[in-house]
């Protein structure tokens, strides 16, 4: 078997529902496929109105397109076309259009029925796949949105598990036997960890490891999860974040009930943002990078228009963003040879807290080993600049502060950052409180993530100290909230327009009282969804100013990101404000009611947390 070959059976074995025909079944569709390069110049000869064929994506990509040129599908690799007119017998209408040239395989009619009549549950596919197609083409035209489909919806199949103390041999002849990529190391019914088959060739094979030892030994333990009752922009997101590509899928009581794949998103309708940061993973250069995201932009003002939820672009671009930075950190060590110690990359403000927008700059630094060299930093300084000009260059602006790792005083190990936060915590001026708005809100993007829990955890302990969080209470109670006397709003004036910044005057506050609850209870989460989650049933935050908070942090993101997605060119009104005007009633009435909460919350700060000063 030629390597072309072995690479034709991988890719149809992997793709449903060829993945479930018996041997003979499946080298008959090898032997009867036909590859086709498929590109602008030849896409009408594709889908010919009299012989009809199944069709599948190999590589590249295109839009399936009516008579009368009307979006019907984007098309990916392992998606297939052409079923509905060979069960029905319709003539073809639609046609292609090409996003990106590549190969289609097809195989004729013939051999289509063959197969079906061979296997049930390759007919049963195409019979349900028809029948969801017409479900998903009426949900299009009420505006509905693949990303917003719950996991528990798409997961196929019970996760395949093996305990903790089985060998790495039974776990290879488990994954050969059902045909999977991946186990779930699972110990009575809770997950303990992942083994991938890239774990086996990495870690096992590469290694010369002894076959029978425990799978414990080379698995990933305690891998990124998401519930089945998040959405499929949830699994993307954490899948891009942490760099990926299995995702266990968990029930409420954290038992598993399923994994994702990338091809699993990639099956899914508009997966554009799959495609997109694909597209960035697979850039050959900084050049490449670079107009790969220049993309960014016009593809998130499209995005938006087809979601209920616009605060999601936040998340969307946190893993753009991800992406880009693991890219570049990638390239770097392409030319520069490999990290020469243990370090974390750490993002910070409203890209760790997930609510980044078009306009966010940089804020980020570098975690290092506590044993690191002179030499070694020298390394670090160098791929420091290169990642955060590279950001630049891609749109992710430098920050005005310079809160950025090329900065040197924001590359230090444990050890010094340790030291650096207990300054801020034991002498809480305005400076130190401002710093510990920006630095307690991280996250890790790339790096060794058990360093960073360690670095984290610690801080959070430090953290918890009655003078510095009294101190940031009394902060907290200073800002000002933009509404005055009988609930009026209180505005700045720009020439004809009076606006209000919704980042300064309410988003940041709010974000600034939720994150002092999660320090006085010890949370490392640092999304302010994600702390009002874990701070429910908490004895300092009633579950109904929970919820209140909750609701207007949602309102007021959702309205600025709209301010920003929409906002006219030339618009005299700053970037992050809104003219009050402008608002529908209802608008106006839910900003105000959000302002009233985060005025309430203030004071209830000042009374919890200010006898501590």
């Not at 086996?200 to 990124?224: H, K, Q, S, Y």
């Not at 918890?464 to 209470?473: C, T, V």
């Not at 209870?521 to 049933?537: D, F, I």
Request: proline share 4%.
């Amino acid at each position: 078997m030629t390597a072309d070959s072995a690479d034709i059976r991988s890719f149809l074995m992997q793709t449903p529902p060829f993945d479930g025909l018996e041997a003979e079944q499946l080298q008959l569709a090898l032997d009867k496929l036909q590859a086709v390069y498929v590109c602008h110049d030849n896409r009408k000869e594709i889908m010919k109105p009299d012989v009809h064929q199944l069709y599948l994506v190999r590589s590249g990509a295109y839009d399936l397109v009516d008579k009368d040129g009307q979006h019907l599908d984007r098309l990916e690799p392992g998606d297939l076309f052409g079923f509905p007119s060979l069960l029905t017998g319709r003539k073809i209408t639609n046609q292609l259009q090409v996003i990106a040239d590549g190969i289609i395989w097809q195989w004729p009619e013939s051999v289509f029925n063959q197969l079906r009549r061979k296997n049930q549950n390759f007919e049963r596919y195409f019979v349900n796949a028809h029948g969801q197609r017409l479900l998903a083409e009426q949900g299009q035209k009420r505006g509905a949105d693949w990303s917003e489909k719950r996991i528990a919806e798409v997961i196929n199949r019970t996760p395949i598990q093996i305990h903790s103390q089985a060998t790495i041999r039974e776990a290879a002849q488990l994954m050969s036997a059902e045909r999977v990529s991946c186990l779930l190391v699972v110990d009575e019914q809770q997950l303990r960890g992942i083994v991938t088959d890239r774990d086996l060739r990495n870690r096992v094979v590469a290694a010369g490891l002894n076959v029978d030892i425990a799978v414990a030994a080379v698995m990933t333990p305690a891998p990124a999860v998401v519930y089945g009752d998040q959405s499929l922009f949830d699994a993307l997101t954490t899948m891009s974040q942490s760099n990926i590509h299995h995702l266990p899928v968990l029930d409420g009581n954290d038992v598993p009930i399923g994994v994702m794949t990338n091809t699993d998103l990639m099956h899914q309708q508009r997966s554009e943002p799959v495609l997109l940061i694909s597209a960035l993973f697979k850039a050959a250069s900084r050049e490449a990078l670079v107009e790969e995201a220049a993309k960014v932009p016009d593809y998130l003002r499209s995005f938006a228009g087809r979601v209920k939820d616009i605060s999601m672009i936040g998340r969307l671009l946190n893993s753009l963003t991800d992406s880009m930075t693991r890219k570049l950190i990638r390239l770097y060590e392409q030319e520069h040879g490999s990290a020469p110690a243990t370090y974390v990359w750490l993002a910070f403000g409203s890209q760790a807290r997930g609510d980044q927008t078009l306009g966010s700059d940089q804020d980020n630094a570098l975690l290092l080993a506590d044993e690191i060299s002179d030499g070694q930093r020298e390394w670090f300084a160098g791929m420091a600049k290169f990642v955060n000009e590279g950001l630049a260059d891609c749109g992710i602006r430098l920050c005005p502060g310079d809160i950025m790792a090329m900065n040197s005083k924001w590359r230090m190990n444990q050890i010094e950052w340790r030291e650096q936060f207990m300054k801020w915590i034991r002498s809480p001026t305005p400076q130190a409180i401002m710093h510990s708005m920006i630095f307690f809100d991280s996250r890790p993007v790339a790096g060794n993530n058990a360093l960073y829990r360690r670095h984290r955890e610690e801080i959070a302990k430090l953290a918890k100290q009655d003078m510095f969080l009294g101190n940031i209470a009394r902060h907290i109670g200073e800002l000002n909230v933009p509404l005055g006397l009988f609930n009026r709003f209180r505005t700045k004036s720009e020439g004809d327009f009076d606006y209000i910044d919704i980042k300064k005057q309410a988003i940041a506050i709010l974000n600034d009282i939720v994150r002092l609850y999660a320090l006085a209870a010890g949370l490392t989460v640092p999304s302010t969804p994600g702390r009002l989650e874990q701070l429910k049933g908490s004895s300092s935050l009633s579950d109904k100013d929970n919820q209140n908070l909750l609701e207007a942090w949602q309102f007021l993101t959702q309205l600025r990101m709209n301010a920003q997605m929409y906002r006219q060119e030339g618009s005299k009104i700053p970037a992050n404000s809104v003219d009050p005007e402008s608002l529908s009633t209802l608008q106006r009435r839910q900003l105000k009611a959000a302002f009233k909460v985060i005025k309430d919350c203030q004071q209830g700060v000042a009374f919890k947390f200010g006898r501590n000063m």
